[in-house]
């Protein structure tokens, strides 16, 4: 497809590689569930928040975050072998993306709010250590996410640079949160739903939230390094971050 953008990506696209790392993905995907079942189901005994139960509120904390990364995987595949967003759209290709993520980006951490909620109390910890730790998990999370929007912004951590040159051009992020770690989002932010599920008590918050963090590093090796790789002949681990 042509792209229609008034800054097209300038990058040889090797045949194969809208697929490349997804059976990985599939595969490991699979491995992690039966963990987030086994870790929750034995906590869960009809409890509720706003009306919704803590089963609801399970699916959601797992359904979301594979409907999104899934997006994602294919999402990003399609724009790099295919222009698929910027044929259509042109240059608001990114917006129009955007507008899909984000909601499912924020529901992440809603769902497991709402599943600590209806299932506070049942994980075996001190209600006062629960709280203690927890507070402290969300501190680096929240400061990641200041960082993000800081040094990073929110365009080039949605994937701008698999839309447009300008964002693949920009050097690496180094200030903040990622002075720490080039992929501090994937590091630390997730570190937050930790928090959230030891701060209620809560076992079955906390395997979603194991299990979300888990996944996104799925998609960090399955997906997004091997991007990496084609967009600037190496992997971000090696010096260059790209998302």
């Known amino acids: 497809m042509d792209d229609r953008s008034t800054d097209p990506l300038r990058v040889s696209i090797p045949p ?3 697929w490349r790392g997804q059976l990985s993905h599939l595969l490991l995907l699979v491995a992690l569930l039966p963990g987030v079942w086994a870790i929750a189901s034995p906590v869960l005994d009809g409890g509720e928040w706003l009306g919704i139960d803590e089963l609801t509120w399970l699916l959601a904390g797992v359904l979301v975050p594979v409907v999104q990364q899934v997006a994602v ?3 990003w595949r399609s724009q790099l072998s295919h222009s698929l967003l910027t044929h259509i759209f042109g240059d608001a290709g990114l917006a129009v993306w955007g507008i899909f993520f984000f909601p499912l980006l924020i529901a992440r951490p809603l769902a497991v709010i709402g599943l600590a909620r209806a299932d506070a109390g049942s994980l075996a ?7 203690v730790v927890g507070a ?3 501190i680096p999370a929240v400061w990641t996410i200041h960082s993000v929007k800081t040094h990073f912004g929110f365009a080039r951590a949605l994937g701008g640079d698999h839309f447009f040159e ?3 051009a920009m050097p690496m992020v180094r200030g903040g949160a990622f002075a720490w770690s080039s992929n501090a989002m994937y590091a630390f932010v997730f570190l937050g739903l930790w928090g959230i599920a030891l701060s209620a008590g809560s076992q079955a918050a906390l395997a ?3 299990f979300q ?4 590093w799925v998609h960090w090796y399955c997906t997004e390094q091997p991007d990496a790789v084609v967009l600037y002949g190496r992997s971000p681990e090696d010096g260059r971050a790209s998302a």
Do not use: E, F, T
């Not at 963090?213 to 996104?216: C, D, E, F, V």
């Open 16 to 18: 194969g590689h809208l």
């Open 73 to 75: 995987a294919l999402i």
């Open 125 to 131: 910890i001190d209600r006062w250590l629960g709280l």
């Open 136 to 138: 402290l998990l969300l």
């Open 166 to 168: 300008r964002y693949r």
């Open 208 to 210: 979603v939230a194991l």
């Open 213 to 216: 963090h888990a996944y996104i």
